[in-house]
């Protein structure tokens, strides 16, 4: 069959093309717009997509780690680098609330959107929730989420002034100048009250700033903690209570426990004093060795049932924590025959010594006023007989209003307090070593998974002198209800909390006060020093730690009444400000940083100690002079009243970086500065200081 190819030819003008040129055109633009949509698409995608693209690489930035310990972490990444890192957060969430907003005015596709939404969710909680120097993705968010809002609460109220129509706009405009002007006038009246008191000590006593004088500490102009005091209280927002069963679950501790513990009604908790410092009480070990190393009691043997201290009972819908201090006779008798044996007689016979971790002398006045009175109330403020105030003060209280720290962090203050020593120095004789040759029977606790105050890592301080205590209330706080299995910097659990430390139906603190309670009734007749440890503070947001005052200033009220306080030294000490990354922090708010080295210090002594007269002069006059940790230490040493062979105070054992005062002995000289107060040069030349000294 064949076919003639003029029949099927459609006509010229079928198309309505008047010549080939034109036919040819056509072709043309056919073979465009079949060829390169993909191409086109993936353009006009990423274009869509870029604000998210910048954001996300902004935020990866911000997620750069440290490896290395927490000395080299924080010496690699001084406060500069943390508030740059700041800013960067921020305006990555500029960029994803762009990224929004294109969507809300019909710019961009949900589609965009979504995988906006998703990434960000991606990333805030899978890719990075960690809180630690490698992993911290947790403390990102604090920033990246909120700030994301603030953007689209600003963009939007743009679009609205820019897109309606000009009477509209100028009325919208109008509303957010005035609403503006009126939160400046407000702000402006609590900026200019802020800092009142500031300065004041005890009974409106103030800081020494007179000519004779070269360190002279001023007010911050404005004083944010006080503005914003209450503002980000997470536990009065969220309503939370120690009844919660957030801290009161068996099943969250089971996965971490010994298998032949999971069915157990009562655990008990492993004694720590005789571990090693190293390894076993390294940050890396000792939460997994305490979770280990629970018992079930109902199956124990009778040794180990009745050393051990702390249990709880699930038997019961809400379990219950019992703290049981048991009296070690054969140690009692030890102590005493060393004690029997010194020349030279302590101040007292008793110490308390209270950490109080990231709480500044003006923070601990504002966040617990009722312990600050309790305390206050023991201060003479004209104190013109000794001998006259001996019969009606049994008790006189002092406050180091210009007590300095060395720096921003725990690690550079307490090595210090503790060793006399920097914390890169290989040569630290810890000061307990000294309290336990002198025959004192020594208890702590912390009230974190924290066998110091400080990190145990490998570094400088693995090389010191260490020495344990003989009774330690650590492990119980070990539990994964109250500090979050290896995630000791989570801010949602644990000593980084935002929100209030709770276990087993009990803050955390509470624990630690009824251990000191039965320490000192169980050595009532043998000298003894506890320290505790409160780390309730030790959060960005200074809320949390004002939920402790009540129950603290109850317990020191009763023990006095007790008599537990007879001729007992106590010793209150912060080692710096508010450090932990919140709202003060990251923005370096003024008075943020004028606190972060001056911390907290005070101390109460028993009118009965000898030569009161003499040692009050000194403290008087010392409360107004520069005061810094390695004081303290030589203080502590001091405290015990060694004397050598021949009878004199042995100063050989006092801080090598500073020899020449303690706060009980020595009238610290009134010219003092920080460059005559902390002269290692070495030290500083890769440590960020911060000197609050004004010439």
Known sequence: MSYNINEYKVPDDYLNVPSGDQVETKKISINKSTNSPTKDAIINNTLNLLPTIIATILYLITLSGCTGTQFECLTKYSLGTLKIAVYIIILSSFFYAVQFYLYFIKITKFSHTLICLLLILFLCFVYDTGADFYMHGSYNRIMLLPFIFVWLFFLSLLHCIVCYSKLRGFIIFSIIFIMIYIAKITFDKAAEKSCNGWSAGFKNTTIDIGPEHSCKILPPKICYFQIFHGVFDMTKIFRETCRSDTFNKFSTIKPYIPESVRNATIIGYP??????????????????????????????????????????????????????????????????????????????????????????????????????????????????????????????????????????????????????????DYSGYYYLNYYKKRGFITGQSTACCNREVFDIEHGAIEKMTWETYDHELISAFCDNNASPYNNQYSILLGANSIRKRCLYGKNVYEYSLEYLRQFFQAYKSESKIFRLSLEDAHEGSNEVMKYSDQRLVEFFIQFEKDGLLDDTTIFFQADHGVAMLGPYSAFELEDYKHELVLPAFFIIIPTSIQNYKDVRETLRHNQNSIVTPFNIYNSLISFLDNKDDKGKADNSL??????KFDIFLSKIPKNRDCENAFHSKDYFSYNEYICRCQK
Not at 290 to 306: C, Y
Not at 353 to 368: A, E, G, H, T
Not at 654 to 659: A, I, K, P, V
């Open 271 to 424: 004694r720590t004093e005789n571990w090693s410092i190293f390894p076993e009480s390294m940050g890396k070990n000792f939460q997994r060795l305490a979770m280990q190393r629970v018992v079930d009691m109902n199956k124990v043997d009778n040794i180990t049932k009745d050393k051990t201290e702390v249990t709880v009972d699930f038997s019961n819908k809400n379990p219950e924590m019992k703290i049981n201090l048991k009296r070690n006779e054969t140690l009692a008798k030890e102590r005493k025959q060393l004690f029997d044996q010194f020349i030279g007689t302590p101040f007292s016979k008793n110490v308390i010594y209270v950490f109080i971790d990231s709480l500044s002398r003006v923070n601990f006045k504002r966040k617990l006023p009722l312990l600050y009175q309790w305390i206050e109330n023991k201060y003479i403020l004209k104190p013109s007989s000794a001998e006259r105030d001996k019969k009606n003060h049994k008790f006189e209280s002092f406050s180091f209003l210009k007590y300095h720290g060395v720096g921003m962090y725990t690690g550079v203050n307490m090595v210090p307090t503790f060793f006399g020593v920097f914390n890169d």
């Open 654 to 659: 006092y801080s090598n970086e500073d020899s």
